[in-house]
């Protein structure tokens, strides 16, 4: 299996606007779990789905952020508008039956 | 304003000696415990695991302590090698819950 695959890697952006990063889970995972790393705030999750099922978005930062699973082999992360301190690196991992998860390589987004 | 980052706790140790990085929990609920080691440039890659019914549990040249009177999570690694330079994250979580935590992390420098 290749693993959580995220894209893209890097993403450089205008502030203002919208930008849309991708996850393929692992296949045969049913949870998928978006987090953020930055050096002022550390690892934080944003989202979490369970079977295509969002069941805790309490940590999306605001309304300018948004998630979807449409099925279980993909997901999205969109920001709109984008913000200079959107700037981070975005992970999306994966987990089956347990809560340990695999990570994807991570996107890292600046927002200029 | 001036800008305040995560000061992460280093730990600095000699190739060939043993290390242990220390992790205090939050969450007195929280029943699974899982070490992360995440390296420059990539995802966290899951370690080793333990349930909160176990005190100790091995791996592959790493253990783990979990004492749960004081909320401790330790990770032991024998004979650190350089390529155990890394940033090590502990997490919790409930099994009943897929939602895991992560600490602020440990940066680990091997000395050659």
């Known amino acids: 299996d290749a693993g959580v695959i995220q894209s893209p890697r890097h993403e450089v952006t205008e502030m203002g606007q919208e930008v849309t990063l991708r996850c393929k889970p692992i296949?045969?995972?049913?949870?998928l779990f978006w987090y953020r790393q930055t050096m002022m705030r550390g690892l934080e999750l944003l989202i979490y789905?369970?079977?295509?099922?969002?069941?805790?978005d309490s940590g999306m930062p605001e309304d300018r952020f948004s998630a979807k699973m449409p099925n279980a082999s993909f997901s999205t992360l969109k920001i709109q508008p984008s913000e200079p301190r959107d700037s981070a690196v975005y992970f999306c991992?994966?987990?089956?039956?347990?809560?340990?998860?695999?990570f994807g390589q991570g996107t890292r987004l600046t927002v200029v | 304003g001036e800008s305040v980052g995560l000061h992460l706790p280093t730990l600095s140790v000699q190739e060939g000696d043993n290390s242990i990085i220390n992790c205090a929990y939050s969450?007195?609920?929280?029943?699974?415990f899982i070490w992360y080691k995440q390296e420059s440039g990539k995802g966290p890659q899951f370690i080793i695991d333990?349930?909160?019914?176990?005190d100790k549990r091995q791996g592959q040249r790493v253990t783990v302590l979990l004492n749960k009177t004081v909320k401790h999570l330790s990770l032991q690694i024998a004979a650190t090698q350089p390529g155990d330079s890394a940033v090590y994250f502990c997490?919790?979580?409930?099994?009943?819950?897929?939602?895991?935590?992560f600490g602020p992390g440990t940066s680990l420098s091997v000395i050659p």
């Open positions: 991992a994966s987990s089956f039956g347990s809560v340990s998860a695999f």
């Open positions: 296949s045969g995972h049913n949870s």
């Open positions: 789905f369970n079977n295509n099922v969002p069941i805790d």
């Open positions: 969450n007195s609920a929280s029943d699974y």
């Open positions: 333990i349930r909160s019914n176990m």
């Open positions: 997490s919790e979580g409930k099994t009943s819950y897929d939602k895991v935590i």
